[in-house]
């Protein structure tokens, strides 16, 4: 199934389906058995969404431990190299930890599915590229999994200074300041900071540097996904959810919003055919506090010990890039019937998510609204 027959169903459908075994409809009228309310910042690991290109099974999990995991370069390098998750942990000193949001290819529809957010921890990429030595006619990495998944990525992206207010792609082992769970990945994983999750390969195994320069992958091949991977702007409602009932008086709509590989500028919200208007983000000041909490509680430090984006506030601007933002919205409920509740994001860059979209292909995600019921 494509990308674009994917969307229409899960668009519709309005609830979380798995890329396998799709059953859709024309439309949901299900009854949300709890009220929407305001996502956290920092997506907590009970709560990250599962999502595999290849389709595996639990049962199927690659069978990998710190101890028997192993990754190999070779192809176009001066010397083909195997590195154990002990040549990782030798590189500690050189370890980075970030945020970055994740997010499916095919996440679509009225509510958060296939995106959350954390702070990942590992070792560059271009560290083990370097030690084996990079041949001039490479073009392409082309990244293998142990579930049999495959994708690819562009050396230049590797090999390139990482500009200011940029972060490395890496081989992360950390979520959360945890160990990264089996479904997620463990014990090494790709996290490429403005990429869909398609370019983040869960259980690394090989990568293969070649000259040829076209597309390669699951998703780029099979599935005609454009090559890129480029994360796009998307903004959701989390409360209320679909068909929620809203009660007369001042009710608070939330969000969160992702505005890819530029910062997000602004959210918009329009109740029925109304105009647009603005939405408050959440203030970094309230994002720190949150996120001291969280990190104080898992490792005992504060962001600004060790998150890039707060130990280097001089390179990194809030709103964060690749890094989605908590908004809200509040209005006045009147009168009784349906309402139709709209959110869109517009990048510092001045993309504004758009209203339709021909081009499928593109990651874009058309404005997503919210049908409630005014009580």
């Known amino acids: 199934m494509d990308r674009r027959n994917f969307l229409k169903v899960t668009t519709l459908a309005g609830f979380s389906v798995s890329l396998l075994g799709i059953v859709g409809c024309e439309e949901n009228t299900i009854e949300p058995k709890f009220p929407g309310q305001a996502k956290d910042f920092i997506t907590k690991k009970e709560d990250f969404f599962v999502q595999f290109g290849n389709g595996t099974a639990p049962e199927d999990y690659p069978k990998l431990t710190k101890a028997n995991w192993n990754l190999q370069i070779k192809g176009l390098v001066n010397t ?6 002990a040549d990782l942990e030798a590189l500690k000193s050189k370890e980075t930890t970030f945020l970055k949001t994740m997010r499916c290819v095919f996440d679509a529809g009225s509510f958060e599915k296939y995106i959350a957010n954390a702070y990942w921890t590992g070792i560059s990429l271009k560290n083990l590229l370097e030690q084996a030595g990079v041949k001039a006619e490479a073009k392409r990495l082309r990244i293998f999994g142990a579930d049999g998944f495959t994708t690819n990525i562009l050396l230049s992206d590797v090999l390139e200074e990482t500009p200011e207010g940029e972060l490395p792609i890496i ?33 690394v195994s090989e990568i293969e540097l070649t000259d040829i320069d076209e597309p390669f992958g699951k998703y780029e091949v099979d599935y005609g996904i454009f090559d890129s991977g480029d994360l796009q702007p998307i903004s959701y409602i989390s409360a209320p959810l679909l068909n929620e ?67 280097n506030r001089d390179k990194f601007s809030y709103p964060f890039k690749n890094v989605w933002v908590v908004w809200k919205f509040p209005f006045e409920v009147s009168g009784t019937g349906e309402i139709t509740i709209s959110a869109r994001v517009t990048g510092e860059d001045g993309f504004v998510q758009p209203e339709t979209d021909e081009t499928v292909e593109d990651g874009n995600t058309t404005i997503l609204s919210v049908k409630a019921k005014k009580i």
């Open 245 to 311: 009932e809203l009660k007369v008086g001042t009710y608070t709509i939330f969000g969160t919003a992702l505005a890819g590989k530029s910062p997000v500028k602004k959210v918009e919200v329009k109740i029925d055919s109304g105009d647009w208007k603005e939405a408050e983000i959440t203030s970094l000041d309230a994002v720190e506090f949150d996120l001291t909490e969280f990190t104080q509680n898992q490792a005992g430090k504060n962001p600004e010990d060790f998150i890039e984006q707060f130990k």
């Open 171 to 203: 081989l992360a082992y950390k979520m959360n300041g945890e160990d990264l769970t089996q479904e997620h990945g463990f014990p090494v994983r790709i996290i490429f900071p403005e990429k869909f999750g398609y370019k983040n390969m869960k259980w």
């Open 80 to 85: 083909e190299k195997t590195f154990t998750f």
